[in-house]
């Protein structure tokens, strides 16, 4: 169970969180939050009626739909 409540809770905790990272040029946690806001960014454009703080394999399905993990059969 993700720590947010939303999509947008988690979104506005990166962008702090992102805003402190730059101020003390903690440049590994600048990379990373950089990379989770533009998937939660697009995932978020993608689906404007959900709501739920996606789970980071969701993230991944959203930016790689045809990777094998991501692929559903019907059986």
């Known amino acids: 169970m993700s720590k947010f409540a939303t999509i947008h809770d ?16 903690d440049t590994t ?5 950089e ?3 533009e998937w939660l960014e697009q995932f978020r454009s993608h ?6 703080d996606p789970h980071p394999f969701e993230l991944f399905c959203e ?3 045809d990777a ?6 019907d059986v």
Do not use: N, Q, V
């Not at 946690?29 to 939050?33: A, D, E, F, P, Q």
């Not at 689906?47 to 739920?52: F, G, T």
């Not at 094998?68 to 059969?73: G, L, M, Q, V």
């Open 10 to 25: 988690h979104i506005s905790s990166d962008r702090e969180a992102l805003a402190m990272a730059m101020a003390s040029g």
């Open 35 to 37: 990379w989770e806001l």
């Open 47 to 52: 689906h404007p009626d959900d709501d739920h």
């Open 29 to 33: 946690k600048i990379g990373h939050l």
């Open 63 to 65: 930016a790689y739909p």
């Open 68 to 73: 094998d993990e991501c692929r559903i059969y």
